[in-house]
Each structure stands twice: as structure tokens, then as C-alpha cells.
């Protein structure tokens, strides 16, 4: 069964920074393409980031230069660096394998 436990999620300031983690279990992680997605309140999914087994990546423009997705295949965790944080990255983040989701780590940016 696959497992996604996000985590790392907080209330910052705008312009503050938080590592977000994902522990997966229960597939090969390494062999997998991962991805971020976050919903918004009243929003729908918004893809964020994917990397692939290699660890090639691709960022949603409103994310690029700002936002840095890992792996650790040794540890079968995903991450998610958010750098200069702005009010409209708040959401619930959510780490992805195709269609299986975890519970979402909130994000809030607020002064």
C-alpha cells in the first residue's frame, strides 16, 4: 500500500523559507517520478513540481527560482525547499505518486 506523510508545513512571514519532507513506504521510491501539488482555500490542485528517479526536475512557473524540489533515494523521502514565500503559496501541500496523495502539510504565509 502506498504511504505519503508530508510534513514541515508552518505559519511564516512573507519572505521566510520552510523545508517540506514526504515519507514514502510501500513502493519502489526510487523508481518513481515525484511530485508537489498544493490546493489553495476555495482553489482547486495546483501542480507545483515533479522530479524524476535521476533527478531531473521541472517547477511551475509561478514557483521557479524560488521553490527547489529533492529525493533522498537511500531514505524514500521527497523535499520541497520554499524560499521568499509569498501570501499566495499559502496552502495545503501534498506530495504525489500519479494519483495517490498524502494528508497535506499547511502552508500559510502571513504577516
Known amino acids: 500500500e502506498v504511504q505519503l506523510v508530508e510534513s514541515g508545513g508552518d505559519l511564516v512571514q512573507p519572505g521566510g523559507s520552510l523545508r517540506l519532507s514526504c515519507a514514502a513506504s510501500?513502493?519502489?521510491?526510487?523508481?518513481?517520478?515525484m511530485t508537489w501539488v498544493r490546493q489553495a482555500p476555495g482553489k482547486g490542485l495546483e501542480w507545483v513540481s515533479s522530479?524524476?528517479?535521476?533527478?531531473?526536475?521541472t517547477y511551475a512557473d509561478s514557483v521557479k527560482g524560488r521553490f527547489t524540489i529533492s529525493r533522498d533515494n537511500a531514505k524514500d523521502t521527497l523535499y520541497l525547499q520554499l524560499n521568499s514565500l509569498k501570501i499566495e503559496d499559502t496552502a495545503m501541500y501534498y506530495c504525489?505518486?500519479?494519483?495517490?496523495r498524502g494528508q497535506g502539510t499547511q502552508v500559510t504565509v502571513s504577516a
Open positions: 510501500g513502493f519502489a521510491f526510487s523508481v518513481y517520478i
Open positions: 504525489a505518486k500519479g494519483d495517490a
Open positions: 522530479i524524476s528517479p535521476g533527478g531531473n526536475t
